[in-house]
């Protein structure tokens, strides 16, 4: 019996293309949105922050309430958009749907801590919507601490539609809030990487020093700062250090009258 050696590539490529749609990561999705809503839940907001990890600028949050009948096509995770991309879905974010944003400053950051800061962002963003809440889809592993429902969704902005939206608006205001502050701090590059802790960033913070608008104690920005200004750093005391200390010991000797001594 002579086999047709061409029938088994159909299959073959049936499974490269299985294995090329689980290695794609799927789009956010406005299903969960939909759950809520023909429950009868309705607003429905979606927050995300922009710019944790930086040493530099402010954390940026975003809440966004997506209008059911008018979602821009193409809303998706910020990380997977190009620049342009984002830039073109924001306006049409802005132009459909309600959104707000909260800034927390790099003087918030280095008083309350960054996730104390960004958690406080996110929460003035979902009270500045201009309709409250029902329910609210937050990105990561903290509920924010709201009049409504709060629900946390690990990689949410990859997953809830609501919270890709606002992961755009965040990431876009964010970057333009950093190109300004390049204007006001020329030389360290804040346009170009946006306050991240690329080699140009460091550079730039081991030659000029740290501005007032870098994170206290992020770790590189604590190196600046004790190398261009060691005047504004508190010296820490070594626990592990031995100090000589003067003791005096008293000593006193009860003798026994009867020992015959």
Known sequence: ???????????????????????????????????????????IAGCDEAGRGPLAGPVVA????????????????????????????????CATAQVSVAVASPARIDRDNILRASLWALKRAVIAL?????????????????????????????????????????????????????????????????????????DALNRLGPTIHHRSFFAPVVAARAKHMPWTVEPVQDLFSVNEVEVQVETTVEIDASAGL
């Open 62 to 93: 975003a809440a966004v309430i997506l209008d059911p009948d008018r979602i821009p096509r193409g809303i998706d995770d910020s990380k997977r958009l190009t620049a342009e991309e984002r830039e073109k879905l924001f306006d049409k974010i």
């Open 130 to 202: 201009p309709e409250p809440p029902r329910h609210v889809f937050v990105d990561g592993r903290d509920r924010l601490d709201t009049a409504c429902d709060c629900e946390a969704v690990i990689g949410g902005d990859g997953i809830v539609l609501s919270i890709a939206a606002a992961s755009i608006v965040a990431k876009v205001t964010r970057d333009r809030l950093m190109c300004a502050l390049a204007q006001d701090c020329p030389g360290y590059g804040f346009e170009q990487h946006k306050g991240y802790a690329v080699p140009e960033h460091l």
């Open 1 to 43: 019996m002579i086999r047709d050696k061409s029938a088994k590539k159909p299959a073959k490529d049936a499974l490269e293309e299985d294995v090329a749609k689980k290695a794609t990561p799927a789009k956010a999705s406005f299903r969960r949105e939909r759950a809520l809503i023909k429950r009868g839940v309705w607003p």
